[in-house]
């Protein structure tokens, strides 16, 4: 027998909002205390505009100058998953490959859209490490770091996936979470073939409801993909939230949540290592970690009776239902998880 196909459409906020009232969040990736205050009032401030069409010129340009790219090359998006629907839409490829485990949005919408995809799948016995893609494929999608195996891959493998005549896309949406952006390529132009870059917005602001994130690519690619776009297709509020959090106190902000995020990673980590049965894969290097454990889904379902909600694994192509991805959090609610953790691999 075959395994089940995995569900590609669920993602970690049906665990929190499936009878979850009350449930502490550990299976979404947005940073807890978000929006901040001066987010959340400098978007305030926008409602008084409302009565006007949205102008995206500034908004573009300062995320265009945050990643020293002219403006032509940036294409302002309501979150990274509309970028997936609008490449599914425009490129015409004819060998998809999706190296997997990672987001499976850009798989769906490739689907949706009708190509057939080809699925590469990293080994969590190497650490899911990025390895060789079949030279035919024409367009790659991976994400750096990954979701859900939190692995950063180096700059200079991604790279070296480019090609003449291959669109290479790299999600990154939670590299604003790994310390100085490093492994990054958003700033990168001189690669072969056409290397395209999703960012979000989401992940470090609180901004999910919002939807606002971006492409970076090619000028030809990137006007293709806008002529694809409604009117009109990111908000005010969004158009704000861009530009504010593409400034130099918005990055610095950034960078001390992401250092202090690796603090409590490695606290996470540290107590997930005392248990004999919890396995983690590779490097964790984003705002959360994927553990692999004995009957997984039973624990899943004992945390959330005792009030915890953790992201199962079995819908991500490559994983199974031996799998966990657990939000990073403060060490004072990481601890409570952990004895929480505790007490059901004991009573199993």
Not at 10 to 25: F, I, K, Q, S, T
Not at 108 to 119: F, Q, T, Y
Request: proline share 8%.
């Amino acid at each position: 027998m075959t395994a089940p196909e995995p569900d590609l459409r669920h993602h970690g906020d049906a665990e929190v909002r499936a009878d979850g009232l009350g449930l502490v969040d550990l299976a979404v990736n947005v940073r807890t205390g978000t929006p901040p205050t001066w987010l959340r009032e400098h978007l305030a401030a926008t409602l008084g505009d409302l009565a006007a069409y949205p102008d995206q010129s500034a908004a573009r340009s300062a995320v265009a100058a945050r990643h020293a790219r002219p403006v032509e090359e940036v294409l302002l998006t309501s979150g990274a998953a509309e970028a997936f629907v609008l490449l599914a839409r425009v490129l015409m490829p004819r060998h998809i490959v999706v190296v997997h485990p990672q987001f499976t949005e850009p798989e769906a919408a490739l689907r949706d859209a009708g190509h057939h995809v080809h699925r590469v799948l990293l080994s969590p016995g190497d650490g899911f490490r990025l390895g060789a893609v079949p030279e035919e494929a024409d367009l790659v999608v991976l994400g750096n770091p990954t979701n859900p195996t939190s692995v950063l891959h180096p700059a200079e493998a991604v790279a070296a996936l480019a090609r003449p005549g291959r669109t290479l896309v790299v999600d990154e949406a939670f590299m604003d979470t790994v310390p100085g952006e490093r492994e990054s390529l958003a700033s990168t132009r001189d690669l072969p073939g056409r290397v395209v870059v999703l960012r979000s917005l989401t992940k470090t602001w609180g901004l999910a409801g919002l939807r606002i994130g971006y492409v970076l690519g090619p000028a030809p690619l990137i006007a293709g993909l806008g002529a694809a776009q409604p009117l009109w297709p990111v908000s005010t509020p969004a158009l704000a939230a861009a530009e504010a959090c593409s400034g130099p106190a918005a990055l610095a902000e950034a960078e001390l949540a992401a250092a202090e995020l690796a603090l409590w990673r490695e606290h996470l980590m540290k107590g997930l290592a005392a248990f004999p049965s919890v396995r983690l894969y590779g490097e964790p290097a984003a705002s959360f970690v994927l553990v692999r454990l004995p009957d997984a889904a039973a624990v899943r379902r004992r945390l959330r009776e005792h009030g915890f909600a953790v992201r199962r694994g079995d819908t991500f192509p490559g994983l199974g239902e031996e799998w966990l991805r657990i939000a990073v959090r403060d060490e004072a609610t990481t601890d409570r998880f952990l004895n929480t953790l505790e007490a059901v691999l004991d009573s199993a």
